[in-house]
C-alpha cells in the first residue's frame, strides 16, 4: 500500500459512521464445544454478530472435505453471517513451526497449506496463526532468533498458496514469548513483502507488557483482524487477569482512535470462553461491544 493508498483508506474511514467502519465478530468458544456449527451460525446471528470465528478442530477437522466446507459455508451465509477467520492454532501446536526437526516444521507447513485450501473453500480471508513457542512457563525450550529464523522460512513456502487462495496468513500476539514488541511485529509481517501476511491483533493480550493503543498505530494497515478482550491489571508487577469487557484496565476510547486513525476497516471479535450457568452471556458481550464501537 502506498503513502497515498494508505492517507486515502484513513481519510474516508474517518468519514464513514462507526457502523460502517467496523463489523461484530465472536470467537466459537463462547459455545459449547459440542454445539454444530450451524447452530452456532444461528446463534451468532441471533446475537446482533455479524461474524464467527472457527478454531480448526474436532467440529471442523483439518482434512474436511471440500464439500462439507461448502456446506457449511452456505450455512453461514444462510444464517447472514461471514466467517471471519480460522484458527490454526491446534495443528500448528502439534507441528510448530520453530521446531528444531525439520520433519515436524515440514508437517507444520503442510498443515498451514491444507488450512489455507479449507479458508478458500469456506469463503474466509484470514487465517489466525501461532507458530511457535519459546518455551512452556518457566521452561525454556527454544531460542528467540532461531525461533526467528525457522518461523520466517517455513512460512515463506507457503506465502505464495496464500497469494493465489487469497487468504490472508495473520499470526496473532499471544502468551507466546515470541514478538512481543510492536516494532518486532511489524518487521517480522514486513520481512514477506506480502499484502498477504498480516497481524492478528488482540487487545487484552497485549496489556501485560504493553498498550494496545499503541500496538495499533505503530502495526497500523497490517492488522487484518481484531480480537476484544479486558484485562485487569494488578497492583503488583505486570500481573492481572482477563475481564469482562468494560471492566478492565483497557483505555476502550484511545483503543477506538487508534483503530480510526490508521483506518482499520473490518470485524472486532471478542474471544471469551463459554460460560453454561449464563445463558445471556453472549448477548451482554454483544451489548458491551456496541458501546466499546460507539466510542470511535
Not at 498480516?198 to 504493553?210: M, P, R, S, V
Request: charged content about 25%; glycine content about 8%; proline content about 6%.
Amino acid at each position: 500500500m502506498t503513502r497515498r493508498e494508505f492517507m486515502g483508506v484513513s481519510a474516508s474511514a474517518l468519514a464513514a459512521p462507526a457502523s460502517a467502519r467496523f463489523r461484530k465478530g465472536i470467537c466459537a468458544t463462547i459455545f459449547p464445544k459440542t454445539m454444530p456449527l450451524e447452530e452456532q451460525f444461528r446463534q451468532t446471528r441471533a446475537a446482533g454478530f455479524e461474524g464467527l470465528e472457527i478454531p480448526i478442530g474436532d467440529l471442523l477437522p483439518l482434512d474436511t472435505g471440500r464439500e462439507q466446507a461448502q456446506r457449511l459455508a452456505d450455512a453461514a451465509q444462510k444464517a447472514g453471517v461471514e466467517i471471519v477467520s480460522l484458527w490454526v492454532s491446534a495443528p500448528l501446536s502439534a507441528n510448530p513451526l520453530n521446531h528444531p526437526d525439520p520433519e515436524v516444521r515440514a508437517r507444520g507447513v503442510e498443515a498451514l497449506r491444507k488450512a489455507i485450501t479449507l479458508a478458500s473453500w469456506m469463503n474466509c480471508g484470514v487465517l489466525l496463526i501461532v507458530p511457535g513457542r519459546l518455551g512452556t512457563g518457566p521452561k525454556f525450550q527454544y531460542g528467540y532468533q532461531e525461533t526467528w529464523d525457522r518461523v520466517s522460512a517455513e512460512m515463506k513456502k507457503v506465502v505464495p498458496d496464500a497469494e493465489k487462495a487469497r487468504v490472508c496468513l495473520a499470526p496473532e500476539n499471544v502468551w507466546n514469548k515470541f514478538l512481543v514488541s510492536p516494532l518486532e511485529m511489524r518487521a517480522f509481517v514486513d520481512q514477506f513483502r506480502s499484502p498477504w501476511v498480516g497481524a492478528y491483533f488482540d487487545i487484552g493480550n497485549i496489556l501485560q507488557y504493553g498498550y494496545p493503543q499503541d500496538w495499533i498505530l505503530t502495526l497500523g494497515a497490517r492488522i487484518k483482524r481484531v480480537h476484544a478482550k479486558d484485562y485487569k491489571l494488578s497492583t503488583r508487577a505486570e500481573q492481572g487477569r482477563f475481564v469482562d469487557l468494560l471492566e478492565g484496565d483497557v483505555d476502550w476510547k484511545d483503543v477506538m482512535a487508534a483503530l480510526v486513525k490508521v483506518g482499520y476497516r473490518g470485524f472486532i471479535s471478542p474471544e471469551y470462553s463459554y460460560r453454561p450457568d449464563d445463558p445471556d452471556y453472549i448477548r451482554r458481550i454483544s451489548a458491551a461491544l456496541d458501546k466499546i464501537l460507539a466510542m470511535a
